[in-house]
DNA sequence: GAGCAATTGTATCAATTTGTATCGCCCCCT
DNA sequence: AGGGGGCGATACAAATTGATACAATTGCTC
């Protein structure tokens, strides 16, 4: 049986009412979805299982939400999103204090919730700027360019080293794994679709618009990189792969 | 077994005498359809199953039709089109406010609803301009002109590259995998057939308008893309295709 | 540990691209 | 010849992406 990889989030609010809808709504959006009702069976969860995420409501029967915030961040790498239950500025404070790394007032939309997960996500973990994607490796050739995973050198035709950043690193990388396909900015960003255009996330953009600056001859009528309205982006040149 | 792929409505209305009939209809158009009676079970519908759209009588028993639009709108992404009893501009104003996507009056007709749920389909999913026909791909050659799919790249005659957009490019890929053929504007939207010359989308003319002003000799007088009048337009020239 | 440099994210503004609303012409029909 | 519908074209508004400036962060040097 195959496991299942996708990002691991431990929603923790004793209201059955929010804590299975949103359940529901985390998983259909790429979530692994783990619940509990209170610290005890948070902690429980925890311990059994890795974690990569906790939605941690403030107001929980038993040991305080802020207490069980603070002991994670204290004692574990786990992030934390607080739901609270006002918008008052001292609970941002507060909550900002125990270590959480975001919080969100109730009531709050789903949609804003997923955004806030994903941008902790791969703020703290990041884990999609880190590496290359799965099985990536040797070097690959493109319109004169070349590029060496192993050893992230990216060189123009004229064999000059051109210097990359981690992103630069891993956009491209990720380009040259997938060309011809269109990209949306999740999979660009590495981390699971669903996110709706209500919230945005410019930073893909950004990035996108650096490292063309970086390699394409010019950069205001890209022909490596082509945006895709509404989509993403996708890499348009033919790609070699040499060993 | 295979699944249906068709976009899946959500109908919500009391009145089973315009519910039931409004289901066969848009079934009958390109449509799978499921139906509900109140909010609570249009809530349960929505957790069970993956919904496109909702289309929600704003006027149903128990909890309110502008409450559930509410909800739906702040927490999940499913687009809906309202029915609302009164032509009132305040309804109009209100339906905005509660996060619907479009609304329709009663008494209304079957074809123009249709044409709005296409409509609305076609704005938020918008998987019509996304990418290329299915298993298109490789150089193609008209009349001088070469059009490369994987690389997005158009050029003219003389060689030149001409900028095409992300609509320009999806239309004239339709185009050239079916030269010839007459295309309706469904067709050249990527979305069901069905609609009737009852309400009009006029965005596809546009469109067509504006891929011709970049490609016709004289786009006056059209000799790559004509019109044909009551049913859509049609690619006229000889296409080659080059691996 | 302070200071500097590079990198990355946030906030904005500008430029394209796309959709909506109209006007007017042309074709077809009675 | 008159009328209506369908289509081409323009102007304008909305949405999306590109670009810039600046702040925050990280890493490294001294």
Chains 1, 2 share one sequence.
Not at 111 to 140: C, F, S
């Amino acid at each position: 049986m195959m496991a299942d990889q996708r990002p691991h989030l431990l929603v923790v609010d004793d209201a059955f009412d929010i804590r299975e809808p949103l359940a529901k709504f985390l998983d259909k959006n790429g979530f692994r979805v783990t619940t509990a009702e209170n610290a005890a069976a948070a902690r429980s969860r925890l311990n059994a299982e890795k974690i990569d995420l906790v939605v941690l409501d403030v107001m929980i029967p038993g040991e305080d939400g802020l207490s069980l915030c603070r002991y994670l961040s204290a004692n574990t790498a786990v992030p934390v999103i607080l739901l609270t239950a006002l918008s008052e500025e001292t609970d941002r404070v507060v909550g900002l204090e125990v270590g959480a790394d975001d919080y969100i007032t109730k009531p709050f939309s789903q949609r804003e919730l997923l955004a806030r997960i994903k941008n902790v996500l791969r703020r703290v973990g990041d884990a999609a700027t880190a590496g290359k994607p799965e099985g990536m490796d040797g070097t690959y050739l493109f319109e004169g360019w070349t590029f060496k995973i192993g050893e992230r050198e990216l060189r123009n035709p004229d064999g000059v080293l051109v210097p990359i950043t981690t992103v630069d690193f891993y956009l491209l990388s990720t380009f040259l794994a997938y060309p011809k396909d269109v990209l949306d900015r999740d999979k660009l960003l590495g981390l699971a679709h669903g996110m709706q255009p209500d919230i945005f996330d410019r930073t893909i953009d950004l990035q996108v618009s650096r490292l063309r600056r970086k390699i394409e001859p010019d950069p205001k009528a890209p022909t490596y990189i082509k945006t895709v309205r509404n989509k993403g982006y996708v890499w348009c040149t033919d790609v070699t792969q040499a060993p």
